[in-house]
């Protein structure tokens, strides 16, 4: 079962099914997908709910993890945050997240991310972690950087959205780590 985490605000927690109407309202606004790699606008009807039934058995298989951002005051669920792509043999996971529209501008993005680096440190011993962001999605872009990431690169053209390919910028993040023999 995939542990609670708790920042300053936030309570990050496992998705449940009943989330999956938040999600689709939150996914499907343009402004949110867009910007977003991983979310296609128009998001699909039921697109949130087949996600949400992925994310135990992805867990479980230690292949990644999602979580919920909920706001500890009210329970509100605000977005998601991700590390994903594991790579047990590297001690390397990509991370991912967004938020609704509603919730952008209160920091939200890099407080509960920092907490999932956090986690993946302690949990899985990821020693590197990599994000990627469109070229022009700066909010993104700063909150890999609030959270200590260094850019590293870009994929030009890499991504055909709305038929314009778009560049996109890598960043990481690395930790001490133990030599492996």
Same mark, same amino acid.
């Given at each position: 079962?995939?542990?609670?985490?708790?920042?300053?605000?936030?309570?990050?927690?496992?998705?449940?099914?009943?989330?999956?109407?938040e999600v689709q309202r939150l996914a499907s606004d343009r402004h949110v997908a867009e910007p977003t790699a991983a979310i296609s606008h128009p998001y699909?009807?039921?697109?949130?709910?087949?996600?949400?039934?992925?994310?135990?058995?992805?867990?479980?298989?230690?292949r990644g993890v999602s979580y919920a951002i909920t706001l500890q005051s009210t329970s509100q669920l605000v977005g998601t945050v991700s590390l994903l792509?594991?790579?047990?043999?590297?001690?390397?996971?990509?991370?991912?997240?967004?938020?609704?529209?509603?919730?952008?501008?209160?920091?939200?993005?890099?407080?509960?991310? &920092?907490?999932?680096?956090?986690?993946?440190? &302690?949990?899985?011993?990821?020693?590197?972690?990599?994000?990627?962001?469109?070229?022009?999605?700066?909010?993104? &872009?700063?909150?890999?950087?609030?959270?200590?990431?260094?850019?590293?690169?870009?994929?030009?053209?890499?991504?055909?959205?709305?038929?314009?390919?778009?560049?996109?910028?890598?960043?990481?993040?690395?930790?001490?780590?133990?030599?492996?023999?």
């Open positions: 079962m995939q542990p609670v985490l708790n920042s300053r605000r936030l309570l990050l927690r496992s998705y449940t099914q009943a989330d999956a109407p699909p009807e039921g697109a949130a709910q087949a996600w949400i039934a992925t994310t135990a058995d992805v867990f479980s298989s230690g792509d594991f790579s047990s043999a590297h001690t390397r996971a990509e991370v991912g997240y967004w938020v609704g529209i509603d919730y952008w501008g209160h920091g939200y993005c890099a407080e509960a991310l &920092a907490c999932l680096l956090d986690f993946g440190r &302690a949990h899985f011993a990821i020693t590197r972690f990599v994000g990627r962001c469109a070229a022009l999605n700066l909010a993104s &872009a700063r909150v890999l950087e609030k959270c200590g990431f260094t850019r590293e690169g870009v994929q030009v053209k890499h991504v055909l959205r709305n038929g314009c390919f778009e560049d996109m910028l890598l960043y990481g993040r690395c930790h001490p780590s133990r030599h492996v023999a």
